[in-house]
């Protein structure tokens, strides 16, 4: 019997906010411990919360770029619990009407072994704006748990998935996709390692071609595309494993252990709190109008699919090149700056989704810290196509100037790569090889066309490289016929 | 000079006939003499209290005085008051100094007024004869085996004591009014939003609000000039223009200063439950109302007897939620030994709550929860919705409402803290206005004789349509220009 395995996800993405989510605090991360905790943030008695209005434009913004329902009247929700980093005793949320209703990522999910890539449409059932909670600090002061209420307060917006997705593939795509999004749009920072994205996955196992959903298990807080792979995968297999075994799944929140690759149940759902959601009295409801929406709509850059279209249509460039430069919104703007100074479309498109995408990637860096700015490359490639360097040439200016050898010209020059443009040099090399080869002269005027490149290759040897290959097919050709 | 009025203080003041200090200190004086006894203060600090009161002379001097400016007056101990003692009557509070001001403290502050100190209070505002005060109980300045009312007791007896100017209250199911007709006091409720709740600890929060009380209507409009107004820190805080809440005063002068005012008077606030005595002044008091030229008609408010469920259900529920902060990890009382964290939970709240405040915490819990919201916290905010129906419907037919504020004067300390629900059904005629959002007032009325013991002040309870707090001040000054039940004072020596 065939196995299927169903997953829907729950993201946390902290918002670009100047300031908390229901007060004026900062949200700079790493501050000393309880410096960005007003008197809000600690929830002294007597302070109330007052929504940022920043934070509901973010969530504006995530709606329409999934082209989800807004809802026109939403509710900030009390889910009560006690633990010492959440200060009031219960955390602001959403609960039966969040700010952002149905919509829909398409993924695109990268090819694996036999099995091409292929899209594939996740449905969102919801996001919502709710308040983050404090940090405990254990053995902060000697043994003793300390409290920290810098992040109390920061804003996130919940986006959770409907169970559509099959393989732990499709989920990281899905993960990648959205982590992607949310940067492209301005509404977080996509910083992983300091939690501004962080991800919950449901998975349950079922037997293939049954419409009733298992049991489902949630690992929380993967913070890693990696781990979120390992973990599911790890989860599927142990799942699977205990039906087979006669076993029974019990829903349950599990925690992922890098060291061991293991799943862990942390608490089952039976021992699990009421949260007791009842609308906070301190906020009224979240009214948003056509106005509001259209004046955000007004302010969201261009979407990732508008503008692989578009350069599809203005550059004419395939759709795996537009794939690629519009992965990411820095990629997209660095290619578009690299044209505007004045690099040919095509050639800028060869050299970002190339050279430049393996530069970053051998170092692990993103677009907005690449060693070489796109004018510079620009700069570079119209050496290129004015005959300057040749294309291998360029490659190795490159090199030089992302390890901040200088820019394209002082590098050509340092390194001595400037073609040669004198044909009279040219035509001087070309007579020394012609006058070294006779045999293959005889063989190219024989019919064999091979020689011809042949003794390409012997010239180009003999100028090193500085020749210009175009001008020495040309020269070649006229002393050969002639 | 204990009795007159915050406008005779302030010309008097502004006359240079006395300084700030001077006044301030003869409330001081007597407050060392008689709070001992009457307990209406928890905290007092002479020091900065007079640095406010030299601070308000030095202020007279350079002539930009406000009309409150140098006046002494009591705040119920809910307020947050920078560098004050702010215990909201708890054990679980005791020992909390507050680090900033609430909005209605920083109010007073620019008026330039004078803080005598905190005032007593049931506990988180839980209580209808502040016998749930960690602080001990409150004497009624009229007779001292009798409560002042709750919640605002400490404030109401600071007032009918003479001990301050006037005082500040808040008011969830009452808790302005009730002490009030219970002390002899004028005191009201605004609408829910006209005063800003920041900084001021919450119990429920969609039915708290502050207000004033002090001797007098006229007192209460001077004081809600300085108290209401927008606040961006409260999200329910109205975004009105400002208004003077005197305006109304003194408007028409001819015999009838009322002629044309339609008075309802709801017949649910005149069954059984009144007692006789009270019933007897009320009708008195309208009487007086008819000579003054206003019109009474006869109203119904039908879902007047599910306020007391409904606000059992709602004000718990919110109050659950409200209370969860004080889990002793950040201030507050923490027990003093425990095992882990849920140890520490369990002991510092069961210590450091009363007996009332956790009967209600259980209350919210329950409602709350899953399998039960439905039937109860959902259910209530419908029925509510019907209440505030009621007086939608009641306003088209009349311009005030009025009726007793509490079916009895005041009961003897003990009597009632055994039963709660009989303690709950003190505020049977005041909590429809709080879950419609309305504002509410209470003005002496009279006397009422108990049956073996004094004559104990009665309240009239004027109830009016959202925002209409001038009105209803003029509606109750008008009263208080024939009648001199809001000057008498009670002899403390006797009492």
């Known amino acids: ?482 | 000079m204990i009795n007159s009025s915050l406008k005779q203080l302030a010309s008097m003041l502004q006359a240079k006939k006395i300084s700030s200090v001077e006044l301030t200190q003869s409330f001081l004086t007597r407050i060392t003499q008689y709070n001992p006894s009457i307990n209406a203060y928890i905290a007092l600090d002479e020091g900065k209290t007079l640095a406010q009161a030299k601070a308000a002379d030095v202020r007279i001097a350079a002539g930009n005085a406000t009309a409150l400016t140098g006046i002494p007056l009591a705040q119920k101990d809910i307020f947050c008051a920078q560098g004050w003692q702010t215990t909201c009557g708890s054990k679980m509070l005791a020992n909390f100094i507050a680090p900033y001001d609430a909005h209605v403290i920083t109010q007073f502050d620019q008026a330039g007024a004078v803080n005598l100190g905190k005032t007593n209070m049931d506990e988180f505002a839980m209580g209808s004869s502040n016998e749930t005060s960690y602080f001990g109980g409150v004497k009624n300045p009229w007779s001292f085996d009798h409560v002042p009312g709750g919640s605002s007791g400490g404030s109401a007896a600071a007032v009918a004591a003479r001990l301050c100017a006037a005082a500040t209250g808040t008011d969830t199911g009452g808790s302005i009014r009730q002490p009030a007709s219970l002390c002899g006091l004028t005191g009201l409720k605004p609408s829910y939003g006209v005063v800003s709740r920041y900084g001021m600890i919450a119990f429920a929060s969609s039915l708290d609000q502050a207000g004033p009380m002090a001797k007098s209507a006229e007192d209460c409009a001077l004081m809600m000039n300085v108290m209401a107004g927008f606040d961006e820190r409260d999200s329910t805080s109205l975004q009105r223009d400002k208004e003077d809440y005197s305006r109304e005063l003194n408007k028409p002068q001819t015999d009838q200063p009322l002629l044309g005012l339609k008075i309802g008077l709801p017949k649910e606030f005149f069954a059984e439950g009144l007692d006789a005595s009270v019933a007897q002044v009320i009708t008195a008091a309208i009487d007086v109302y008819k000579k003054l030229g206003a019109q009474i008609i006869d109203i119904s408010l039908p879902n007047t007897g599910l306020s007391i469920p409904v606000y059992y259900v709602l004000a718990p529920a919110e109050a659950s939620s409200n209370l969860s902060r004080y889990d002793g990890v950040r201030y507050g009382h923490r027990a003093a030994e425990y095992t882990d964290l849920n140890d520490m939970y369990n002991k510092s709240r069961a210590e450091g709550f009363g007996a009332e405040v956790k009967r209600r915490i259980l209350i919210g819990t329950y409602v709350l929860s899953a399998g039960y919201y439905d039937a109860y916290y959902l259910k209530a905010q419908q029925i509510r919705r019907l209440i505030a129906q009621d007086f939608i419907e009641a306003f088209k037919q009349c311009d005030v409402i009025m009726g007793p504020a509490a079916p009895s004067t005041a009961f003897k300390a003990g009597e009632k803290v055994d039963d709660p629900v009989a303690m709950y059904l003190q505020d049977i005629y005041t909590i429809s206005t709080n879950l419609a959002g309305l504002p509410g007032m209470s003005l002496p009325a009279g006397f009422a004789q108990a049956k073996d013991g004094p004559a104990l002040p009665v309240g009239l309870q004027i109830i009016g349509n959202y925002f209409d707090e001038a009105r209803m001040l003029n509606v109750a000054h008008q009263y208080q220009q024939v009648t001199d039940w809001h000057q008498q004072m009670p002899d403390l020596k006797r009492a």
């Open chain 1, 1 to 482: 019997m065939e196995w299927e395995v169903v997953i829907g996800l729950e993201t946390h993405t902290q918002l670009q906010t100047n300031t908390k989510i229901f007060s004026g605090a900062p949200i700079k991360y790493g501050a000393e411990p309880n410096t960005q905790a007003c008197e809000v943030s600690i929830a002294l008695p007597g302070v109330l919360p007052v929504l940022n209005k920043q934070a509901v434009e973010c969530a504006i913004k995530f709606g329409l770029a999934i082209n989800a329902e807004i809802a026109q009247r939403s509710v900030f929700a009390r889910k009560n619990y006690f633990y010492p980093d959440l200060p009031k005793g219960y955390q602001i949320s959403q609960f039966e009407l969040p700010v952002v209703g149905k919509g829909a990522v398409t993924i695109q999910v990268p090819a694996q072994g036999k099995k091409p890539a292929y899209e594939k449409v996740i449905n969102i059932t919801r996001a919502h704006l709710e308040e983050d909670a404090g940090k405990s600090v254990h053995g902060a002061v000697e043994g003793m748990s300390g409290i920290d209420l810098n992040r109390a307060g920061t804003p996130l917006l919940e986006i959770v998935t409907e169970p559509d997705m099959r393989s732990a593939a499709e989920a990281v795509a899905y993960a990648k996709q959205l982590h992607e999004l949310v940067q492209w749009i301005g509404i977080c920072d996509g910083n992983m390692q300091e939690g501004s994205f962080r991800c919950d996955v449901n998975v349950s196992v079922r037997h293939k071609g049954s419409e009733k959903l298992g049991t489902r298990r949630e690992i929380k807080n993967l913070n890693s595309f990696k781990f979120m792979q390992q973990a599911i995968e790890y989860e599927t297999r142990w799942q699977i494993e205990t039906l087979e075994d006669g076993g029974s799944i019990h829903q349950a929140t599990v925690l992922f252990n890098p060291d061991t690759g293991e799943t862990r149940a942390m608490r089952s759902k039976e021992e699990a709190n009421d949260y007791r959601y009842f609308p906070d009295p301190d906020l009224l409801p979240l009214m948003i109008s056509a106005e509001d929406k259209a004046r955000v709509q007004a302010s969201m850059p261009e979407l990732p699919e508008a503008m692989k279209a578009r350069f599809e249509a203005e550059y004419g460039l395939s759709s795996y090149d537009t794939g690629a430069l519009t992965s990411s919104r820095g990629l997209a703007d660095y290619f578009v700056a690299t044209v505007k100074a004045g690099a040919e479309a095509k050639q800028a498109a060869n050299w970002v989704t190339g050279n430049v995408s393996a530069k970053l990637n051998a170092e692990d860096k993103s677009i907005s810290s690449s060693a070489v700015p796109a004018e510079a490359l620009a700069q570079l490639l119209h050496r290129i196509t004015d005959g300057t360097i040749s294309n291998n040439a360029a490659k190795e200016v490159f090199e030089a100037m992302w390890i901040g050898e200088g820019n394209a010209d002082a590098i050509i020059e340092a390194k001595g790569l400037k073609q040669m443009s004198d044909s009279g040099a040219v035509e001087a090399i070309i007579d020394e090889v012609l006058a070294a080869n006779v045999a293959m002269v005889e063989e190219y005027k024989a019919g064999k066309e091979k020689a011809f490149n042949a003794l390409v290759g012997q010239i180009m040897k003999a100028s090193k490289g500085k020749a210009n290959p175009a001008q020495v097919n040309d020269l070649l050709m006229k002393k050969l016929k002639a």
